[in-house]
Every structure is written in structure tokens, then in C-alpha cells.
């Protein structure tokens, strides 16, 4: 379980994470989604958070715009209405 305190808001969250391959640069990079904003979150290979910064910038759209379709083939980006 990984925990940190939320640099946007100052709350305490907890979420899962399990590191898959070996991560570029050491550090594992992750984007969260908290509440109404995102955070970059830098977890070493030990689990331990390296740094967490907010994602600026990051537009929540809803509904969404675009879908993001993944395919054991490939992935389809698809916009809302549009077949
Ligand atoms: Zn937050």
C-alpha cells in the first residue's frame, strides 16, 4: 500500500500499487486521480514515494470527449458521437 499526502488538498491518501516492469530511471511514475484533480507520483522500486506533484493543467472533461479503446491489437481513439 502506498501512502502520501495529497500536495494539492494536504489530504492523507492510500492506494495500491504493484511494479510491473523494471521502471525507466529507477523511479516508477504514476498519475493519480484525487478527488477533482491529478498528481504525478514517483514510487522507487522499494515503494516509497520519491515525489508527488500536481498534474497542471489537466482538463477533466465530462462526459468525455474522446474514449481510449485498448486491443490486445492496438489502440483506437474514438470520439464521443462519432462511430
Ligand atoms: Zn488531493
Not at 6 to 13: N, R, T
Not at 33 to 39: E, G, M, P, S, V
Not at 47 to 56: D, L, S, T
Amino acid at each position: 500500500m502506498i501512502r502520501l499526502r495529497c500536495p494539492v488538498c494536504g489530504e492523507e491518501i492510500a492506494f495500491n500499487f504493484k511494479g510491473g516492469r523494471e521502471p525507466v530511471g529507477g523511479l516508477y511514475e504514476i498519475v493519480v486521480q484525487h478527488r477533482n484533480h491529478w498528481l504525478k507520483v514517483f514510487i522507487d522500486r522499494q515503494g516509497v514515494v520519491r515525489r508527488a506533484a500536481p498534474v497542471e493543467y489537466f482538463v477533466v472533461v465530462d462526459p468525455p470527449k474522446y474514449t481510449l479503446y485498448v486491443y490486445e491489437g492496438g489502440i483506437e481513439i474514438r470520439e464521443e458521437g462519432v462511430l
